[in-house]
């Protein structure tokens, strides 16, 4: 893997990641106090999808170029899909892919702030210069985990964080990401907490499952899109992204958008989706659900 992101723009992790964070946005501001958007690891904020970096490995032709010209999109892959045509402004050919960045700025409101970290700095340079007219947003040169333990919790005591790093540490980065995940829930415990990881092997993926049904937080929901069976470590087979103080009824938001994925995606036999419940904070019209025993779906 090249672990700069133009290589990969648009792919269909790119897909997933970017749908579920509309949908955590979107919950964000069903209240009308502020919040704070926290990004350790940012890229530059929007790729040219005709640049030499994305037409080497094509990955969008897995993903953002077979749905811009689907019909019958959900309402929340619709939304993500409107958001990539704003960052393309007479543009129809949609030639820029936006990052989790874009997708932040373009969705909060006026009183919201941004926090937006990347460790490189041509891609903090163009972050920079991407939003140089935004006061909301502020970026920073630095580490993303070690910038994470300053930034929480923001003074607005509400917001979501993402968690995407480039894996460069391979199946060490999990352990990396649960270091930093314990530190920070224990500044700010009711925190929203989002972290992408890719699928190679699901060996791989299992033991961060288990440590975060053990991290205290009372609702971890886990959504995955699988193009491929996960059993091979050389390749991409798969995307998840856990989210730790999931907004309630998330998984209903999703759950019409993650499921079309695999359809429009993958091939009839190898795509799937899931959709797990890893905790699950018991309530009145629910039953409980034991965190040693999830409650997943699982489609093909």
Excluded at 22 to 45: E, R
Excluded at 208 to 231: S, Y
Excluded at 277 to 288: C, G, R, S
Aim: with cysteine.
């Amino acid at each position: 893997m090249n672990y700069r992101h133009a290589y990969h723009a648009g792919n269909f992790a790119d897909v997933l990641k970017h749908m579920v964070l509309v949908a955590l946005l979107d919950s964000l501001k069903q209240k009308a106090s502020p919040f704070c958007y926290i990004d350790t690891h940012a890229g530059s904020g929007r790729y040219d999808l005709r640049g030499n970096e994305a037409r080497k490995t094509g990955e969008a032709d897995e993903g953002f170029n077979i749905l811009k010209t689907a019909s019958g999109l959900p309402p929340l892959l619709w939304k993500w899909l409107e958001i990539v045509r704003a960052c393309n402004p007479g543009d129809d050919s949609l030639r820029y892919y936006p990052g989790s960045p874009w997708f932040a700025a373009h969705l909060m409101r006026e009183n919201d702030s941004a926090q937006m970290v990347d460790t490189r700095n041509d891609e903090s340079g163009a972050l920079r210069q991407l939003f140089h007219h935004d006061k909301r947003i502020h970026v920073h040169e630095r580490d993303g985990y070690e910038a994470l333990k300053a930034f929480v919790p923001p003074k607005e005591k509400r917001g979501l964080v993402l968690i995407d790093p480039p894996f460069e540490a391979q199946e060490a980065e999990f352990r990396i990401i649960e270091k930093t995940l314990k530190a920070a829930l224990e500044k700010w415990p009711t925190g929203m907490y989002a972290v992408w990881y890719p699928i190679k092997l699901r060996s791989h993926v299992q033991p961060f499952h288990r440590w975060l049904t053990k991290c205290g937080a009372k609702r971890v929901l886990v959504a995955e899109l699988l193009l491929r069976p996960d059993n091979s470590p050389l390749t991409l087979n798969g995307t998840g992204i856990a989210i730790v103080n999931a907004p309630w009824k998330l998984d209903e938001t999703i759950r019409d958008s993650l499921r079309m994925l695999p359809k429009l995606l993958g091939k009839p036999g190898e795509s799937e989706y899931r959709l797990t419940w890893l905790v699950e904070e018991n309530k009145d019209e629910e039953p409980p659900h034991a965190p040693h025993s999830p409650r997943s779906v699982r489609r093909r």
